[in-house]
């Protein structure tokens, strides 16, 4: 089995930055792409920021310009450095991986933008 455990959430005021990290253990035999998603209250979940094989990443429309995923295939630990943060940007961030094409969530972490 694969294993996410996410750490970094946490109370920002608007315009602050947070950096959320991630790291997979079990059998990582092929990780296929790793990143974050989050779901806001009364929302549905929603791709955030992916690192993709090869070196590609995709990122939310409402997240361009502020949020960067960086990912370590050395030690599969992924990062979602936030900045400019927004209270819209207030959600529960799930780290997110395929392993051997199969989908992996963590627990979840609470980021909170609010003055």
């Known amino acids: 089995q694969v294993r996410l455990v996410e750490s970094g959430g946490g109370l920002v005021q608007p315009g602050e930055s947070l950096r959320l990290s991630c790291a997979a253990s079990?059998?990582?035999?092929?990780?296929?792409?790793m990143g974050w998603y989050r779901q806001a209250p009364g929302k549905e979940r929603e791709m955030a920021a992916l690192?993709?094989?090869?070196?590609?990443?995709n990122y939310a429309d409402s997240v361009k310009g502020r949020f960067t995923v960086t990912r370590y295939s050395t030690n599969n630990t992924v990062i979602l450095q936030m900045n400019d943060l927004k209270p819209e940007d207030t959600a529960v961030y799930y780290c997110y991986a395929t392993v051997n094409y199969s989908r992996y969530w963590g627990q979840g972490t609470q980021v909170t933008v609010s003055s």
């Open positions: 690192s993709i094989s090869g070196g590609i990443t």
């Open positions: 079990g059998r990582l035999f092929r990780v296929n792409s």
